[in-house]
Nanobody, 127 residues
Framework: QVQLVESGGGLVQTGGSLRLSCAVSGPGRSFSMYSMGWFRQAPGKERELVGSINWSGESIYYASAVEGRFTISRDNAKNTVYLQMNSLKPEDTAVYYC??????????????????WGQGTQVTVSS
């Protein structure tokens, strides 16, 4: 079974930075064959897409709320995807999840298009 393990969350002040990592392991097709997504879920809210990255890292999408502040990257040699978060705001507070996108998925924002999820890591931004 594929495993996704996020790390790097924590408490940071407004304007600060954090870098999340998501390490992927397990059987099946190579990590480098999959697009990956980062999602977040704040208390009382639905899980929302933060951004996604295609298999090569050449095509990256960001939600408007984070564009210009967050950067997604990947290292296929390390089976790892990253989320660099700068200029953090209190409204970025949420549990952040990485997920592996199914090849048949047509909409990167649709959570049902992802077949494997990490356990999540808490990011808290204090004002």
């Amino acid at each position: 079974q594929v495993q996704l393990v996020e790390s790097g969350g924590g408490l940071v002040q407004t304007g600060g930075s954090l870098r999340l990592s998501c390490a992927v392991s397990g059987p099946g097709r190579s990590f480098s064959m999959y697009s990956m997504g980062w999602f977040r879920q704040a208390p009382g809210k639905e899980r929302e897409l933060v951004g996604s990255i295609n298999w090569s890292g050449e095509s990256i999408y960001y939600a408007s709320a984070v564009e210009g502040r967050f950067t997604i990257s990947r290292d296929n040699a390390k089976n790892t995807v990253y989320l660099q978060m700068n200029s953090l705001k209190p409204e970025d507070t949420a549990v952040y999840y990485c997920a592996r996108r199914s090849p048949a998925s047509r909409n990167p924002a649709n959570t049902s298009g992802y077949d494997s999820w990490g356990q999540g890591t808490q990011v808290t931004v204090s004002s």
